[in-house]
């Protein structure tokens, strides 16, 4: 059973950055799509950035630039996704969650929630002014 438990979050300043991370535990095939989505208080869950097993990524317009996500992949049982969060606003606070999805890359739809099977818990950021 594919396992993800986040950690990193916290509260920062807006302008700051933060790091999170994701440990995946479980076996995957070489062929994965992890992901990172965000959802604040009254609004619906929203991608933020993906990756998949051979580094392709994929971003949310609006994250373009300060986000960065990266993958470390030690082998078919576990991996760290790491999302990079730069120059941050109070718009990013919001819990962040890592999901993952086997048999596939990260295609044009990987800001889709149904698209993946597997989700971590969350981890809450808060940004303050």
């Known amino acids: 059973q594919v396992q993800l438990v986040e950690s990193g979050g916290g509260s920062v300043q807006a302008g700051g950055s933060l790091r999170l991370s994701c440990v995946r535990s479980?076996?995957?095939?070489?062929?994965?799509?992890m992901g990172w989505f965000r959802q604040a208080p009254g609004k619906e869950r929203e991608g933020v950035a993906a990756i998949d097993s051979i580094g392709r990524t994929r971003y949310a317009d609006s994250m373009k630039g300060r986000f960065t996500i990266s993958n470390i992949s030690k082998d078919n049982f576990t991996n760290i996704v790491y999302l990079q969060m730069r120059s941050v606003n109070a718009e990013d606070s919001a819990m962040y969650y890592c999901a993952a999805v086997a048999y596939t890359w990260c295609a044009g739809d990987w800001d889709r929630e149904r698209n993946y099977r597997y989700w971590g818990q969350g981890t809450q950021v808060t940004v303050s002014s």
């Open positions: 479980g076996y995957m095939r070489e062929s994965y799509c």
